[in-house]
């Protein structure tokens, strides 16, 4: 509500600016006006917060030190240094109120953009695969490996890594991989989820080497019966899981930053 009746007052302060400077400035004073605030405007979209303000400030103070200095030594009736005045002003507050709006809508879409990010890490699930957010991968994974330790259990994790050029190419592939590693895994023990960068993690817990190849094999078998999937679209790499959640989270987010996981 605030950030609405912020909008509204901004965009109210740029109307009344250009609705006196139809009546207020000749062709070539109100053609400079908008030319100037569409510049400012620009500015305050397309840079930082303080670049902008910064040119607003050079702009409403050169233009200041212009009108003086046009009718410095002049001798001009009260009338017509009011009238000078008033074009100052109509300057000044066109050049402000379109800073403002562009400064505020930069505000609401870095706002929407935090909101956006602090969704997806409470999100529990990805939405266009029902596999598990990052955030929500680890939380579990520390659970798992909490209880894997105390039970003296092994257990391994596999990083897929989709291939391709393409990004719409590999957004397909990767959308296939999840549902068929979805498909391979165990429902109630095995966790899969988003590693980023279209990459999948599978946490695969109380199991052996032998475990992990038959998810493997499994996995190959239902990309055999894929017409558009085959196992070169993606590689894969094993590992084994830490029985320290420390370590593990260390090992994750050491791939997660760019280095390839082998």
């Given at each position: 509500m605030h950030q609405r009746t912020t909008f509204m007052i901004i965009f109210i302060l740029l109307c009344a600016s250009n609705v006196a400077g139809v009546?207020?400035?000749?062709?070539?004073?109100?053609?400079?006006?908008?030319?100037?605030s569409f510049l400012i405007g620009l500015l305050a979209m397309f840079t930082s917060s303080r670049i902008?303000?910064?040119?607003?400030?050079?702009?409403?103070?050169?233009?200041?030190?212009?009108?003086?200095?046009?009718?410095?030594?002049?001798?001009?009736?009260?009338?017509?240094?009011?009238?000078?005045?008033?074009?100052?002003?109509i300057y000044t507050l066109s050049a402000?109120?379109?800073?403002?709006?562009?400064?505020?809508?930069?505000?609401?879409?870095?706002?929407?953009?935090?909101?956006?990010?602090?969704?997806?890490?409470?999100?529990?699930?990805?939405?266009?695969?029902?596999?598990?957010?990052?955030?929500?991968?680890?939380?579990?994974?520390k659970l798992l490996i909490s209880g894997m330790k105390r039970r003296g259990e092994k257990a391994y994790y596999v990083v897929f890594e989709v291939l391709g050029e393409k990004d719409y190419q590999k957004r397909v592939v990767y959308e296939k991989l999840t549902q068929l590693l979805l498909q391979s895994v165990?429902?109630?023990?095995?966790?899969?989820?988003?590693?980023?960068?279209?990459?999948?993690?599978?946490?695969?817990?109380?199991?052996?080497?032998e475990g992990v190849q038959i998810v493997l094999q499994r996995l190959a078998q239902k990309v055999d019966a894929e017409y558009n999937l085959t196992m070169n679209d993606f590689v894969y790499s094993i590992h084994d899981v830490a029985d320290d959640f420390a370590a593990f989270s260390e090992a994750v987010a050491s791939w997660r930053m760019g280095h390839a996981a082998s």
């Open positions: 009546l207020y400035l000749d062709t070539y004073e109100l053609l400079f006006m908008l030319s100037a902008g303000f910064a040119f607003l400030i050079v702009y409403v103070l050169g233009h200041g030190f212009y009108s003086v200095g046009v009718t410095w030594g002049k001798k001009l009736n009260f009338d017509i240094q009011m009238i000078q005045i008033l074009k100052q002003c402000v109120a379109s800073w403002l709006l562009m400064y505020s809508i930069n505000k609401a879409r870095e706002r929407y953009i935090s909101l956006e990010k602090e969704v997806m890490e409470l999100r529990k699930l990805e939405p266009s695969t029902d596999i598990l957010t990052f955030n929500e991968f680890m939380e579990r994974a165990r429902v109630n023990y095995d966790l899969v989820g988003n590693g980023g960068h279209n990459r999948i993690i599978v946490f695969l817990s109380n199991t052996g080497e």
